[in-house]
């Protein structure tokens, strides 16, 4: 089967970057990328590049090549459902809020409404491919709506036919187009050769053959939600070192080149920090634990849920040890906040530790001073002011937090002045090189510098006057 169309559901994180890599390495295929949230579709549209609504590096080379020649960005999803050969499901698949699962399965109802639309409007054979991360044998859900479709004698467009593939995606954010354009696996889960192979077709344009992975459906999905368990697995292990070595006298940095230089375990992934952030860690451990529980396995699903516990015990923990090293009140104290993005290079924040660091000073009375070179103030409002990220339907009954003030501050020089303390959460390069002896003429006496993802230079910040708290350090 020769794809020339293909139309995107879901234009955001994955969505976009996805088919921009895709438009530009296969020039003869048509993308379309739709998605119901018109301000986004304006803003992946929008003649400023700076504008687009996502950040990565090297994304916006690629949506000035291929924009409106073949890669289209439209909210006209029945339109483009209609025409196309292949249709990737990339909406969001956040936890539940309410009823049955609530806090801990995946919430499909935008999945569902996906399949949905696209039983009602595709035309012919139409693979459709899960890019979205969802729970296992949710295929099968998929399978079952579009089938209703296919046989059904009293529907008019009878003539329909589908294959529904697993094609999950492990970019990370920040580095995206990278991983994109040079994919460590592209792993596609089918039990249809021939489907398989059409989308394998697709990669082969620029992803070597060895690395495509066929697996059955199950196995992909599974995999997918593994993996980032495996990943986040490894943070909360040694954040969990992190507050060790700050009682004993050892040093995380030094732990983890230790124990990374074994090949058995690998050097990536083991830097301690302010706790993971991002949309998905979380959410698909919990889907995990969910799983388990359904499948009646609580001894699995409690080893997953300890991760995500260590890891709100890692935030909680920093913001407390602020706390303590101020003298126990933040009340009148000026805190300067180093990066607000859960990473560096994107300006996505969403379960970035610093919401909930930022929120316990807040609630300690502290006034933040917050710097962040991506992310912009009316996200960090809606982070500060209301429990969900980003879901702008629930904004409305959120309640405000009473305590404490904040403002952004876009000079990094300038954020500094008459402050307390400072406190790094995100890794931007423009921390590493700060003026230290500057920074001790702005600050007020005594000033605390904590730093939670090892990026200064102890030697330099000790030497200038300051106070250093670094993760993991028990020196
Ligand atoms: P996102 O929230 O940035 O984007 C999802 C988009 O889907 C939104 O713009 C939303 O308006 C749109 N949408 C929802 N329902 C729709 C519908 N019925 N019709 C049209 N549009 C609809 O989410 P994301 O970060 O791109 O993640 C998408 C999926 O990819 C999730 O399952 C996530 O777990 C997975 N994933 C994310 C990442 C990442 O780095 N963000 C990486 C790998 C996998
Ligand atoms: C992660 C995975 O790395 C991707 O493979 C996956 O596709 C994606 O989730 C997803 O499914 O959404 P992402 O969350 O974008 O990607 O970024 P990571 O680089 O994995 O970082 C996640 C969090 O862990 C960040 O807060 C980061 O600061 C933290 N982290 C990472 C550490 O604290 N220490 C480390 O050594 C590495």
């Known amino acids: 089967m020769q794809i020339k169309k293909i139309c995107c559901i879901g234009a955001g994180y994955v969505g976009g970057p996805t088919m921009a890599v895709i438009a530009d390495k296969c020039p003869s295929i048509h993308v379309d990328v739709v998605d119901i949230n018109k301000k986004r579709i304006q803003k992946w549209n929008s003649p400023n590049l700076e504008e687009l609504p996502v950040y990565e590096p090297g994304l916006k080379e690629i949506i000035k090549r291929c924009r409106n020649k073949n890669l289209k960005f439209s909210t006209s999803i029945k339109e483009k459902i209609s025409k196309a050969d292949m249709i990737f ?4 698949t956040p936890t539940k809020k309410k009823g049955f699962g609530a806090g801990k399965a995946s919430d499909l109802k935008w999945v569902e409404a996906c399949a949905r639309q696209v039983a009602l409007y595709a035309s012919g054979h139409t693979i459709v491919v899960e890019k979205s991360t969802l729970p296992v044998r949710t295929a099968g859900v998929i399978k079952e709506i579009l089938n209703e479709c296919e046989v059904s ?5 009878s003539n329909k036919t589908f294959d529904v593939l697993s094609n999950p995606e492990f970019l990370a954010e920040g580095s995206a187009i990278n991983d994109l354009i040079t994919p460590d696996r592209v792993l596609i889960g089918g039990d249809t050769q021939i489907a398989i192979e059409t989308l394998a077709k697709i990669y082969q344009n620029w992803v070597p053959n060895e690395k495509i992975l066929r697996t059955n459906l199950w196995s992909s999905e599974l995999a997918k939600l593994t993996s980032n368990a495996f990943l986040a697995q490894r943070i909360s292990s040694i954040n969990s070192i ?4 700050e009682q004993t006298g050892a040093d995380i940095r030094e732990v983890s080149k230790a124990i990374g230089s074994d090949s058995r375990i690998g050097s990536k992934f083991l830097n301690s920090g302010p706790g993971f952030g991002g949309s998905c860690f979380k959410k698909d451990i919990l889907n995990i634990v969910y799983l388990s529980e359904y499948f009646g396995l ?6 997953w849920e300890s991760v995500v516990q260590l890891n709100n015990w890692q935030q909680h923990r920093i913001s407390k040890l602020i706390v303590r090293k101020l003298f126990g009140t933040l009340s009148n104290k000026k805190i300067v906040i180093l990066g607000f993005a859960f990473k560096a290079n994107t ?6 530790p610093a919401i909930n660091i930022c929120k316990d000073l807040l609630e300690e009375g502290a006034s933040l001073v917050i710097h962040d070179p991506k992310v912009c103030s009316e996200q960090i409002n809606f982070d500060l002011k209301f429990e969900s990220t980003n879901n702008f339907e629930e904004q409305q009954n959120k309640t405000l937090i009473e305590e404490g003030n ?8 300038d954020s500094f002045k008459d402050a307390d303390a400072a406190v790094f959460l ?6 590493k090189n700060i003026n230290w002896d500057d920074v001790y003429e702005k600050m007020r006496k005594p000033s605390w510098i904590f730093d939670a993802r090892s990026i200064t230079n102890p030697m330099e910040v000790r030497n200038a006057g300051l106070n250093l708290w670094r993760i993991g350090d028990g020196l």
């Open 89 to 92: 499901i990339s909406v969001n």
């Open 153 to 157: 004698p009293r529907k008019s467009h």
């Open 242 to 245: 992190s507050a060790i070595c």
């Open 298 to 303: 609580p001894e699995v699903a409690s080893f």
């Open 347 to 352: 300006n996505d924040t969403r379960e970035s």
């Open 406 to 413: 904040w403002i952004k501050e876009n000079d990094l020089s």
């Open 426 to 431: 995100t890794e931007w390069s423009e921390y």
